[in-house]
């Protein structure tokens, strides 16, 4: 098939050839594999002598002066360049490394090998083994350093952190370059089977030339291009069919009533010791009411409805009303070719996700195109083209939460507008059948296009000039219906939103790279200006009192109550300018150097210190070839060092200055300012960098490993100050305090078997990323995060202590549950006055500091957010046309505050978790679960240690099992290729957390997903 397919080459390529000259020199062009090339060019080098290779790879060309140089193309190859020395010369071109080992950087190709810093990689195949609709998710466990968790909303964007945190209040995320085009968000538009590569790149010299862009790390998709010879069409589709991958165990109506009877009871009998307990739940279990504890009055207790459900035995789950099984369909269609003069990729996408919850769901269409033409041999010119929009049916924020947390004792009514327990009305609970009603609609087109002119003026030279356009209308539209309890409670009677906003971006990359070879030297040298703008405008109008729902947000001029509108905008308008210098600089392929020097300007900064220089260096060492060659065992043994500044910008737009707002009142206008005074020397944040790294390939490249230390220090940190109220501000941009960021990262793979019908890969990788502040202003060695509803009560997050990690937890050590044993020595401390109210069965927390009373200086850090380390792990099987991969992702050590704890603090008034029916009586005294005591002044256990939840845990990503149909199968029907898979995502997670999930939260339950898939190619 090949040959045949090269000889259709030849006959076109033929045809334009016209006439050849005799004689001379002849020879043989093949590929790598030896195969012939029929069609190759060769040509005398400066001057029009040229011919073409017939089907079997072989030419002549006459007229071949002494002294002169054979060129000898063909596209997807490597040019290579022969002196005329010999009558007969054959010629062994290497495939092109434009798509495979290089990758598009500020508008230039860059050779992988070339950077010497951290870089990871993922190719194509290992993207499309997890059948997703979400680039980063399928990237989740692959690479080493990188952390990701994913979103389980229908179209949520997974969060994704490189090499864990380098800022306190200037951000954490990376950027992504998508051919070359920079972009901060967006990125779960990207169409999965688009892509080629992903090239991570983790240190300040593989970063380096995007300066300030890229402090947190960058993702560098390299998007797929056209190949040479017979055009191909591929066509992909999977279906998934979704449960929830957990569920809350919750107490049911019998149990809830139970609970708040005992609570109440327990209540009564701390205020009442010498009454009858029994006496008192026997007649609350028949009547519904009880006497209040300190006035002896009847109150009811149980409303008439809750203790009829009870009597008869119901039990109502709100959450089977608005769920459904998940159904997600994927299709994607894509045309690839290319001839000797150009390539193109052309591809189409369609994504359609109906959500866990009714009426959610997410529909997406991409469309793409990459285009490159060779107009001369010295000129080549490009697009790199995608278009999606994207169509998202949200529901209310709330309605999850609110049917999980369902009275179990209250049937279902898809009419009344709020949920309650008892007589207790909770204008929060609304009811979540009333909010799948409301409209929340969004929209968001993005078209992302790189265009870019090659220049070649001369042998090695390169001048490229690149632009770049990203650009993205959003829209979203809500209506809350009149009867919703969202519209009731802001007596609005029916309320309208419309949301709208802008961005438009674009970049100007200019470059000149020149490649030279001296003997055993290499070497690269870059130069590049690069300009770029990002500007974007919002409108946002709210309605209300309108006369009915019919028209929900679509009439906004049906709108009653015109006192109530409200109006929003802004524009935003950001520049930034570098320019940048590298040279890469190898010898006898054993020694290696890169040094960069970038200066970026940047719009975020005040006139004083716009301009920011970050240079770095990098050094490399083949020991295999230095001392090693004769060991057959060890193919590659580099060691790497690098070091660099990078700068981070990542502040709002504008904060330099003081923004002030004009209000009338009275008739007087006013100017009032957003509580932020002017910094005009605020400067950019600094990171030194420090990477050390090892690779090691060896037994016949069968086992590969990459080692890496990490140390950044960052200084001038980006913070906000609090200000004295006597300025007139509250706040202050300032370049205050340091910390650190250190970690090491380890990958390995090894083929265990690697042959024609066998093939066994074992993979995995582990990371380490620890941060810790050493520095804030002054002699300052605490900045509390205060909150709550006087705003004074210190949180248990967000506070930065010296020395601790960024992101601690704070809080105080729980002690142990009150025995009747240890109400002797009870006063022996102040529990901040609850003393005398007490009881056995209540929680108490420790006295750290032993000075017999309890205040935040007992508070300690418990533990951070972060994970100690991190990872993933997978294995590849395949017989003939059989294959079983799995992939499993890791966390270990991280620390997070759980939903469940808020289950285990009912009192039978809000749902609970099934763990209180372990809660400490007098009859059950071993227990860590707290009385239930309605009125009980004793510390809630999410007030300690023992809240805080151990989020370690160990996924199942996706196991897959797949066939392919065997050559001769597919030679009979017309194929390249035909494979069948089915796959399940997140089948089991192995965890202590006793929430939802360790990684996500709480507030939304991952899915598990089976998965039946088709990919056909011919």
Request: net charge neutral; with cysteine.
């Amino acid at each position: 098939m090949r040959i045949a397919i090269r000889y259709l080459c030849f006959l076109v390529v033929m045809m334009c050839a016209g006439s050849l000259y005799s004689q001379t020199i002849t020879g043989k062009v093949t590929d790598n594999e030896k195969m012939p090339l029929p069609g190759a060019t060769v040509v005398v080098e400066g001057t029009k002598n040229a011919t073409v290779t017939n089907f079997d790879g072989s030419y002549t060309l006459s007229n071949v002066e002494t002294g002169s140089v054979l060129e000898f193309t063909f596209l997807g190859f490597d040019r290579m360049r022969v002196p005329a020395t010999k009558s007969v010369i054959n010629v062994s071109l290497v495939s092109s490394t434009q798509e495979l080992n290089e990758i598009v950087v500020v508008g230039a190709s860059v050779k992988r090998s070339d950077l010497t810093g951290a870089v990871g990689n993922m190719s194509a195949k290992k993207i499309t083994e997890t059948p997703t609709a979400n680039i980063v998710q399928a990237m989740q466990g692959r690479v080493s350093g990188v952390l990701i968790s994913q979103n389980p909303t229908p179209g949520g964007s997974a969060s994704i952190k490189i090499r864990g945190n380098n800022s306190l209040y200037a951000g954490s995320n990376p950027i992504f370059v998508v051919d070359g085009l920079i972009i901060e968000g967006g990125f779960e538009a990207i169409n999965p089977n688009d892509v080629a590569n992903i090239d991570v790149l983790k240190d300040a010299s593989s970063t380096a030339i995007y300066g300030a862009r890229g402090a947190n790390g960058v993702v560098v998709i390299t998007t797929k291009k056209g190949k040479r010879g017979e055009g191909k069409v591929e066509f992909d589709t999977w279906v998934g069919l979704s449960e929830f991958s957990n569920t809350m165990p919750l107490m049911n109506g019998q149990q809830i009533f139970n609970l708040r009877a005992d609570a109440f009871a327990n209540g009564y009998m701390d205020k009442n010791p010498g009454a009858d307990r029994q006496a008192y739940l026997n007649n609350l279990k028949a009547t519904g009411s009880a006497p209040n504890p300190v006035s002896q009055k009847i109150e009811p207790v149980f409303p008439k409805w809750e203790l009829d459900a009870y009597k008869n035995g119901e039990s109502y789950n709100w959450l089977d009303q608005i769920t459904r099984t998940g159904v997600e369909k994927n299709y994607n269609l894509a045309f690839s070719g290319g001839g000797e003069k150009g390539s193109h990729y052309l591809s189409f996408n369609y994504v359609d996700q109906d959500g866990l919850l009714k009426n959610s769901g997410n529909k997406r269409f991409n469309g793409k195109i990459n285009l490159t033409h060779d107009v001369k041999n010295w000129l080549q010119v490009g697009t790199n083209t995608t278009f999606s929009r994207v169509e998202t049916t949200y529901i209310d924020g709330s309605a999850y939460g609110n049917a999980l947390n369902g009275n179990p004792l209250l049937a279902i009514d898809p009419t009344r507008p709020y949920l309650q327990y008892g007589d207790d009305l909770n204008q929060g609970a609304y009811n979540p059948i009333v909010s799948l009603t409301m409209d929340n609609l969004a929209s968001k087109n993005h078209l992302m296009t790189t265009n870019f002119i090659s220049v070649k003026p001369t042998d090695g030279l390169n001048l490229r000039t690149t632009l770049s356009v990203d650009i993205m209308d959003q829209a979203n539209f809500r209506y809350d219906p009149i009867g919703s309890g969202q519209s009731i409670r802001n007596k609005a009677h029916g309320d309208a939103n419309h949301y709208r906003v802008s961005e438009l971006n674009y970049q100007w990359d200019n470059t000149a790279t020149y490649n030279r070879v001296f003997g055993k030297s290499d070497f690269n040298a870059l130069a590049a200006i690069s300009v770029q703008s990002n500007s974007s405008n919002f409108t946002q109008v709210d309605a209300r009192g309108f006369a009915s729902d019919d028209f929900t947000y679509m009439y906004l001029g049906g709108a009653a109550d015109k006192m109530n509108f409200s109006l929003a905008s802004g524009f935003v308008e950001q520049t930034l300018m570098s320019y940048t210098g590298r040279l890469n600089y190898s010898y006898d392929k054993k020694y290696f150097a890169t040094v960069t020097y970038r200066r970026d300007g940047s719009s975020r900064f005040g006139m004083n210190n716009q301009w920011g220089n970050f240079p770095s260096v990098a050094l490399g060492w083949d020991l295999g070839k230095e001392f090693l060659q004769s060991v057959e065992a060890i193919n590659l043994l580099k060691l790497r060092a690098s070091w660099g500044i990078a700068g981070n910008q990542n502040i709002a737009n504008y904060a330099t200055v003081s923004h002030y707002r004009p209000s009338v009142s009275n008739g007087q206008v006013k100017f009032n300012n957003d509580g932020y005074m002017d910094n005009p020397d605020l400067k950019w944040e600094q990171q030194n960098q420090t990477n050390l790294g090892l690779d090691f390939t060896g037994f016949g490249n069968r086992l590969s490993i990459t080692a890496e230390y990490f140390n950044t220090q960052n200084d001038d940190l980006l913070m906000i100050r609090g200000l004295t109220q006597l300025s007139g501000y509250y706040n202050m941009w300032a370049n205050i305090g340091s910390m650190e960021n250190k970690g090491y990262e380890f990958s390995a793979s090894y083929k265990i078997l690697n042959n024609k019908d066998f093939n066994w890969d074992v993979f995995g990788n582990i990371s380490t990323a620890k941060n810790k502040v050493t520095a804030l202003y002054g002699d300052t060695k605490v900045k509390w995060n205060v909150g709550g509803d006087n705003n004074s009560t210190v949180q248990q997050s967000g506070n930065l202590f010296v020395g601790e990690s960024m992101n601690n937890i704070f809080v105080y050590e729980f002690d142990k549950i009150l025995q009747q044993s240890d109400m002797a020595t009870l006063n022996q401390v102040d529990y901040q006055g609850r003393n005398k109210d007490l009881r056995p069965g209540d929680a108490v927390v420790k006295d750290r500091n032993g000075d017999g009373k309890i205040n935040d200086s007992d508070r300690y850090v418990i533990g951070k957010l972060d994970p100690d380390f991190y990872g993933g792990f997978g294995t590849e099987f395949s017989y003939k046309g059989f294959g079983l991969n799995a992939m499993f992702s890791y966390s270990y050590g991280a620390k997070k505050f759980s939903g469940y704890q808020s289950y285990m603090g009912s009192k039978g008034m809000s749902a609970a978790h099934t763990d209180l029916l372990n809660a400490w009586t007098p009859e059950n005294t071993n227990t860590n679960i707290p009385r239930v005591a309605n009125g009980s002044v004793g510390y809630g256990i999410y007030e300690t240690s023992a809240g805080i939840e151990d989020a370690s845990f160990l996924r199942l990503n996706t196991l897959s099992a797949s066939y392919s149909l065997p050559s001769q199968v597919l030679e009979k029907v017309k194929l390249d290729k035909l494979r069948l898979y089915v796959t399940g995502s997140n089948l089991f997670v192995v965890t202590k957390y006793k929430g939802l999930d360790p990684e996500t939260g709480d507030g939304f339950p991952m899915a598990r997903t089976i998965v039946l898939g088709l990919n056909v190619s011919l």
